[in-house]
C-alpha cells in the first residue's frame, strides 16, 4: 500500500461486546494497512484489551465529545475533527450525532466518507423502536456511503423504519477464526473455574447490561436443577445486580463472574451449554464462538438466533422473555450428554462453513476501500 489508511472509529461505547469484539478483530487483521483513532460518548475504552499491541490506534482525550445536545456548533467541531481522516466509521445509536455532523457538513467542509455500522439495540429499544430515534437515524444516514448490518431483521429494520435504500444496505455477518476453537480449551483461562465431574456448566459471554437480562439467565439455571452451574464471563454495570440475584436464590456457590476474558477460544469449550437470556440480540458474535466450540446454545429466539444455529439446535431456542422454556431447555440438555455432544457437533459444522472469519474480513476491506477510492485497501486482504 501507498500509505496506511486513516480510520475514525465512533462509538457510544467501547466497552467489550459483540460490535466491539469485531472490530478488534477488525483492526488486529487490517494490521500496518491502517492506523485507528477511537472516541466513546461514554469515555469507557474497556475493550481496547482486545486490540492487538502492534495495531495503531489511539484513544484520545483532547477529542470533541460525541455526546452531547445536538447543535451546529458541536457538529462543527466534530467536523473538523474527522477532517483529518480517510473513513469514518460510526457504530450503533450512540455514535448518530457523529453522523449527522458529517451529513449536515460534509459537502460544505469536504469531509471524508462516512460508513455506518447498527448491531442491534438497547434496553430502551429492545420491545419497540424509537419514532424519534427512526426519524433521526432516517435523517442522519443520508450522506453515508453504506450502512452495515450482521442480520436479516436489522437489514429489515433499515429499509422499512430508516427508510434506507437497498444498495446502500450491506449485511455481513459476523464471522471469527473457527480453526481456533479446534484446539482443546486451557485449563486455568477462566480464573477460579475448576471442573467436576459430574458437574454440568452453563457459560455465557455478554456485557453485563440490562438488555442481557442475566438476572433471568441466573433464575432460569436455577430452575434447572442443583447440579448446575453458571458461569458468566464479561463485565458491565450490572455485576452487582446479578450477585444479587444469585445470592436471593442461594446459588453464590454455583455462580462465578471472573470478569472481561480475551480470547474466548481460550475457554469456551469448558462449558457444557452455551445459554443467552436476552431481550435483543441481532447476530451475536457469543452464539457463533459457542457454535464452533462445539457447544448447544439454550437462548431465546431473539434477532437471526433461530437462523444462526443448527437444525438440531432448534428445540432448544424459546420463546422471547419466556424464562420457564429457558429453564426446560437447559435441563434437557443438562441432562443428556450424548444430545448435547451431538447438537454441539452440528453446531461446529455450520460455523465453519457459514462464519468464517476470512470471509468477513475481506468483505469489510472490499467495503471499506470502496467507499475510501483506495483500491489498494482492499488488495492489502
Sequence with gaps: MSRPVRLLHCHGSFDLGGKEARTARLMNRFGADAVHVVLAANGEFGARKAI?????????DDAPSLAGKPGLGRYRRIGAYMKRFDLVLSYNWGSMDAVMANTLLGSSMGLPPLVHHEDGFNADEAERLSR????????????????VVPSVRLEQVAQSAWHQSADKIHRIANGIDTDLYEK?????????????????????????????????LVRAVGAAGDGIRLVIVGEGPDKDRIAAEAASLNMT???????FLDRPYRFAGLFDI???????????????????AGLPVAAPAVGDIADMVSAANAPFITPPG????????????AADPKKRASVGEANRAKAQAQYNEDRMVARYRLLYASAMGRPDFAQGY
Design 52 to 60: 492487538d499491541p502492534a495495531v495503531q490506534v489511539d484513544f484520545p
Design 132 to 147: 424519534k430515534r427512526n426519524w433521526f437515524r432516517a435523517l442522519a444516514l443520508t450522506r453515508a456511503k453504506a450502512l
Design 184 to 216: 482443546k480449551p486451557q485449563r486455568g483461562a477462566i480464573p477460579g473455574f475448576k471442573p467436576a465431574r459430574g458437574a454440568v456448566t452453563v457459560g455465557t459471554i455478554a456485557g453485563l447490561r440490562p438488555v442481557k437480562r442475566l438476572d433471568r
Design 253 to 259: 456457590d454455583r455462580l462465578l463472574m471472573p470478569g
Design 274 to 292: 452455551f445459554a443467552l437470556s436476552s431481550d435483543s440480540e441481532q447476530f451475536p458474535i457469543s452464539v457463533v464462538e459457542a457454535m464452533a
Design 322 to 333: 419466556d424464562e420457564t422454556a429457558l429453564a426446560q431447555a437447559i435441563a434437557t440438555l
